[in-house]
């Protein structure tokens, strides 16, 4: 062979191997949204069980758990004062978060978070001219950017105003939401 079939040989696989790398972190950059995406349609189309595609929910459960036992732990501080001692404050709250905890994080739990409005639509009879109540996507206008480059979040504000930050977090080439920041 000549050198010059071996040079075009190598430049179109240098042009394969580029395009291919190129493709793949497209897909990485894209993942994010990707996985917004897959949550909103999942929960749409009722199918809370296959979420797992795109929620951590053993991750996420971990981050939650310390912000509403150190909420609920501030509750009861406020009622009772600081008589009681932290470790049976911390009893009382471990065993009041964990239902809250599993209920919240859970398919069922995230469905209701992303369409709660359509749930309180349709319990005050409020409904398009169609019958159906529609949800309010709450990731619709939210704030996203990269925070690293396996973490990237998603900013909304509550109804009171305040900032939730879903977490997403990269695993090999997928993203899944695998964190909830709580407002105070």
Known sequence: MSKNVVSKRRKW??????ALLLAVLAYVVAGPYLAINGIRNLVAAGEYGELWRFVDFDKLRENVRPQIQERIARGIMGR???SETARTVG???????QPAIDAMVSPAGIATLLQGSALAHRVAGKVDA??????VDPLKDAKTGYVSPSLFTATVRNAEGRPVVFEFRRDGLSWKLAGLRLPE
Not at 13 to 18: C, F, K, N, S
């Open 130 to 135: 169609d019958g159906e109540a529609r949800a």
């Open 13 to 18: 696989a240098l042009a394969v191997l580029i």
């Open 91 to 97: 009893d009382v709250t471990a065993l009041i978060a």
């Open 80 to 82: 009772v004062g600081p």
